[in-house]
């Protein structure tokens, strides 16, 4: 009995159907198209990390412009506007004032700005997801279709060796009747063949209509991530220049001292990133580095030879930065030369700089080039390549750590105005927080929860409640009633590792309660701070 199958039907490879009869008995193999389409996905699913951590960034940099507005409008209203003879007779309270509104507004023009720019990063992440999902199906559809092109010319081949097995036909009139029988019977074969032949051609037909369909979507996708990805590099200036005169002004960052090993000793230059790619290298005029991330405008990029020898790769920084390197993954060519101490970090795009649909093109379209980092300090550093190979790299300052009194880093961070530090200090300008501060803050008892150790804040929960001080009995809570055990008070903690927690208890938290311990003076990992 011959088997059959059931033909697909075309669908929109959007809706995640149509996507195609399924061949077992075949050798699935691998197109240029296939690959491409998963080069196109990795590209794809790079961006959308990039701008995901971009859309953190901006909307973080929001956050902080909003609360320093929201603190400048209540000095402004605390403070008194002066009538005409005060302001005479005190002209410094009327300039104060004067800078208070002056700062005021700077802060909002700042905060639309950057309120613009999570707009722009967040549609560049949508539209990259959505062509990374088009992508993935391209791919999908370019494979089933060379399966379905294997097997017509596998059914093809069969119907064709019996053919001309059969002919030409040569029996003569008085042949025994077995030959006739066995003629007829091959002729049946034939039929039976040919049948399958034709479901096979029909199965190449129609993945064929959804590759063409998946090529379209995709290339309308890319397109709109394309155009999403246009205005973010305008928005980012126009952000930094609302920005510049509220943000305190810092030394230029400086890197100096460049060396880069090549195998040609090409000339080395470095380069601000101002965009998402740049030229490759000195010595190769045609090759490019794309799809950098927004995240790295303004870093330098060492643009020296194209192959980078195993010899030094040196700098010299006045500011803490991250080394990100990029290196071929042909050959596994970037596991072989990773220098030492580097980690994972995205991919970019090597392009070649042919024309797509060219020989050129298609034997060597774009290349997967993983990209690593590592830390630096200040000061002169160097790393080797373990293995010559076509690689680059970039310079980037660090972003500047947010630290505690004792000058370690904050353990965590809810706001511009709380986080959470190691030890019993506060940095300078800040307080450990009372019941008043977190509760105003709304810090959730799911956030607090969110890091290891315990950090005690100046509150008690006693009954459920929130004092506004650990030994106040004045509850801040408004709507429940505070029992304060003065001998055990329960004072409020944040963090994993605190003695007690409950999700349906109430605090000074937002949805649950967390104690530190059983009386005011106990100490913890670290504190609260609030400013």
């Not at 997967?368 to 010559?388: I, L, V």
Request: hydrophobic residues 35%.
């Amino acid at each position: 009995m011959v088997q059959t199958r059931k033909a697909v039907s075309k669908m929109h490879v959007s809706e995640g159907e149509g996507l195609l009869h399924k061949n077992g008995d075949l050798t699935v193999v691998a197109t240029s198209s296939e690959a491409w389409a998963h080069n196109l996905f990795l590209r794809h699913s790079s961006r959308s990390a990039h701008f995901q951590h971009a859309q953190e960034k901006a909307t973080q940099a929001l956050q902080a412009m909003k609360d320093k507005e929201k603190n400048l409008l209540a000095q402004r209203q605390t403070t008194p506007a002066p009538n005409l003879t005060a302001h005479h007779e005190n002209s410094s309270a009327h300039y104060e004032q004067k800078l208070l509104d002056a700062n005021a507004t700077q802060c909002r023009e700042c905060g639309n700005a950057e309120e613009a720019l999570v707009a722009a990063t967040k549609a560049a992440l949508t539209a990259h997801t959505a062509a990374q999902t088009a992508a993935a199906f391209l791919g999908l559809a370019a494979k089933n279709y060379a399966i379905a092109s294997q097997g017509f010319a596998a059914a093809n081949k069969e119907y064709t060796q019996v053919v001309n097995q059969m002919c030409p036909i040569t029996l003569t009139y008085n042949a025994a009747g077995s030959a006739f029988a066995s003629l007829a019977s091959a002729a049946q074969d034939l039929k039976q063949k040919a049948v399958i032949a034709q479901q096979h051609k029909a199965w190449e037909i129609a993945n064929k209509t959804v590759v063409d369909t998946a090529q379209s979507q995709y290339d309308t996708a890319a397109a709109r991530a394309t155009a999403a990805e246009q205005p973010i590099a305008a928005k980012k200036a126009t952000a930094a220049a609302a920005c510049a005169s509220i943000v305190t002004p810092q030394a230029q960052f400086l890197l100096t001292g460049v060396v880069s090993a090549g195998r040609k000793n090409a000339p080395v230059n470095v380069v601000t990133i101002t965009e998402s790619s740049v030229k490759f290298a000195t010595n190769r005029d045609k090759y490019k580095l794309k799809n950098i991330p927004s995240d790295m405008f303004g870093s330098f990029y060492v643009q020296a030879d194209h192959y980078k020898a195993t010899g030094e790769q040196k700098f010299t920084t006045n500011r803490p930065v991250v080394v990100y390197v990029t290196i071929d993954s042909r050959g596994d060519a970037n596991l072989k030369a990773l220098p030492d101490g580097f980690t994972r970090y995205g991919s970019l795009a090597f392009d070649h700089g042919f024309s797509p649909g060219t020989p050129d093109f298609t034997k060597y379209g774009v290349v997967d080039f993983p990209m690593y980092k590592k830390a630096f300090p200040p000061g002169t550093h160097s790393f080797q390549f373990r293995f010559a190979c076509a690689a680059a790299w970039f310079v980037q300052e660090a972003p500047t750590p947010d630290l505690c009194g004792n000058g370690q880093r904050a353990v965590a961070k809810w706001s511009s105005n709380l986080k959470v530090c190691g030890g019993n200090t506060c940095p300078s300008g800040w307080h450990k927080c009372t019941g008043q501060d977190v509760m105003s803050a709304k810090v959730t008892y799911t956030w607090a929860k969110s890091f290891s150790g315990c950090y005690n804040f100046d509150a008690a929960h006693d009954c459920g409640g929130c004092s506004e001080t650990c030994t106040s009995r004045k509850d801040v809570s408004g709507s429940r009633k505070l029992c304060y055990d003065a001998s055990t008070p329960d004072k409020g903690g944040m963090g994993s590792g605190c003695y007690y927690d409950n999700p349906q208890r109430t605090s000074c938290l937002t949805g649950g309660r967390i104690d530190a311990g059983r009386n005011c003076g106990a100490t913890n990992d670290g504190v609260v701070c609030c400013q």
